[in-house]
């Protein structure tokens, strides 16, 4: 009996070691998982704030293009929707070929830069949180740092005093 309660004893402990192994190894993948899910959220954030950026140029270039087709006194457009169809001139231009959503809230509303005189001169994400992003933007923005949230970038129009072109940037709103 002796002999038999030993033996017992032994396969109670390799099963005790080979229980702990196989926690240590659930753990470490648990690490993996959780440092691989960190990384992939960061990308998919790096991947919309992208997007907002291209989104946010197409937005600014049609309202320039709006702006600087005005027949007589340039204005910019009252509203976001007339980027699509203006019919201010004979033949209908269409300065934005479709309405987008932003990336990063998936909703069609946008934040609306007013200008001085009336109308929309930008637009700017309505999302919460801190952009990854800082540095390394287009030049036409005239952004010296992307801010320190989302609603900080703003895609403005501001004519330039000399002829043509026009640069935009971040404006307190």
């Known amino acids: 009996m002796a002999g038999t309660g030993r033996r017992m004893g032994a396969g109670s402990r390799q099963r005790g070691v080979a229980f702990l192994g196989l926690l240590v190894v659930v753990a470490v993948m648990g690490v993996t998982l959780g440092g691989t899910a960190t990384l992939w959220q960061q990308a998919q954030q790096r991947e ?9 140029l197409q937005y ?9 087709q ?4 340039k204005t910019y457009p009252a509203t976001l929707a007339v980027l699509l ?4 001139l004979p033949g209908v231009r269409r300065h934005l070929r479709r309405p987008y959503r932003d990336p ?6 946008w934040g609306l ?13 309505l999302a919460p949180g801190q952009p990854i992003r800082r540095a390394n933007f287009p030049a036409e923005l005239g952004w010296a740092g992307g801010g320190a949230s989302y609603a900080d970038w703003s895609f403005v129009y501001v004519p330039s005093a000399g002829a043509g072109g026009g640069a935009g940037g971040v404006s307190g709103h």
């Open 104 to 109: 990063l809230t998936n909703d069609d509303a």
């Open 85 to 88: 169809r203006d019919e201010r």
């Open 70 to 73: 005005s027949p007589g006194i």
């Open 48 to 56: 919309k704030e992208r997007e907002l950026l291209f989104i946010g």
């Open 113 to 125: 830069v007013p200008a001085p005189a009336g109308g929309i001169m930008g637009v700017h994400s």
């Open 60 to 68: 600014r270039r049609a309202i320039q293009r709006y702006y600087e």
